[in-house]
C-alpha cells in the first residue's frame, strides 16, 4: 500500500468555523509533513512531524495546528481561517532520513468564507 | 531559504519532441527529486538525484545534477500527451534534511 489518503476532498467553512483536516499511511513511514499550495504555485511546507514529534513549524500562524496522534495519522486542525488561506493542503509521508522521497496525498481544497 | 526558480515557468510542444527543464536551488543539497503535478492534485515522485551524482535516467526521464552551478534538468524525452502536467523540483538540504522544500514549477503542455 502506498498511498496517503486525505480526507475530506473538498472543505468549506467558515471564518468562525473549527474543522480539521485528516492524513492517514500505512507504509511505516515515520515522517510526515503538511503543505500548502495556491494556484500556480509550488507546494510551501507547514510543518513536519518526525517519529510523532513537530520537528520543522515553518512559522505558520497559531490558527493552524498540527496533530500528529500515532505514526501513521496526522490531523491540521483549523480554526478562524481567513479566506486568504483558501488553498489546496497537501499531506505527504516519508522515510525519515536525507535520500528518501515523498509520497503525497490527493490534497484537501479548502475554502474560506 | 533552499527555494529556487525554474525555467521556463510555462512549455507548450508538440507530441513527440522532447521537453527539458531547468532548475536552480541556492543551498547545499542532499539530493533533488522531480515531482508531477496533474491539475492540482497530488504529486508524485518522478525521480531522485543524490549529490554525488551528474546524471540519472529513469525511462523517458533524464535528469542532471550540477552542484557547481546549483542547477538541475529534467529532460521528457518523446511526450505525450499525457505527459501534460507541472513538474517541480525539490531538494533537501544538508542541514535540515527533513526539509523537502519546491522550486516554482513548471508547466508543461503537449499538444496532439
Known amino acids: 500500500d502506498t498511498e496517503v489518503t486525505q480526507t475530506p476532498k473538498h472543505l468549506v467553512m467558515g471564518m468562525t468555523n473549527k474543522k480539521s483536516l485528516k492524513c492517514e499511511q500505512h507504509?511505516?513511514?515515520?515522517?510526515m509533513y503538511w503543505y500548502k499550495q495556491k494556484a500556480k504555485k509550488p507546494p510551501e511546507l507547514m510543518f513536519v512531524?518526525?517519529?510523532?514529534?513537530?520537528?520543522i513549524n515553518e512559522s505558520v500562524p497559531s490558527r493552524f495546528s498540527p496533530e500528529c496522534p500515532n505514526s501513521s495519522l496526522l490531523n491540521l486542525h483549523l480554526h478562524a481561517l481567513q479566506p486568504e488561506d483558501s488553498a489546496l493542503y497537501l499531506c505527504?509521508?516519508?522515510?525519515?532520513?536525507?535520500?528518501?522521497?515523498?509520497?503525497f496525498g490527493q490534497g484537501t481544497r479548502l475554502t474560506v468564507v | 531559504s533552499q527555494q529556487g526558480e525554474e525555467d521556463p515557468q510555462a512549455l507548450s510542444i508538440q507530441e513527440g519532441e522532447n521537453a527539458t527543464m531547468n532548475c536552480s536551488y541556492k543551498?547545499?543539497?542532499?539530493?533533488l527529486q522531480w515531482y508531477r503535478q496533474n491539475s492540482g492534485r497530488g504529486l508524485v515522485h518522478l525521480i531522485l538525484?543524490?549529490?554525488?551524482?551528474r546524471e540519472k535516467h529513469s525511462g523517458r526521464l533524464r535528469v542532471t545534477l550540477d552542484t557547481s552551478k546549483k542547477s538541475s534538468s529534467l529532460l521528457i524525452t518523446a511526450s505525450r500527451a499525457a505527459d501534460t502536467a507541472s513538474y517541480f523540483c525539490?531538494?533537501?538540504?544538508?542541514?535540515?534534511?527533513?526539509?523537502?522544500?519546491f522550486g516554482q514549477g513548471t508547466r508543461l503542455t503537449i499538444n496532439p
Open positions: 505527504a509521508s516519508s522515510q525519515v532520513g536525507t535520500g528518501t522521497e515523498a509520497f
Open positions: 507504509m511505516g513511514h515515520r515522517a
Open positions: 512531524y518526525s517519529y510523532e514529534k513537530l520537528s
Open positions: 543551498t547545499s543539497i542532499n539530493n
Open positions: 538525484i543524490r549529490s554525488n551524482e
Open positions: 525539490a531538494s533537501r538540504g544538508i542541514q535540515g534534511a527533513q526539509k523537502l522544500v
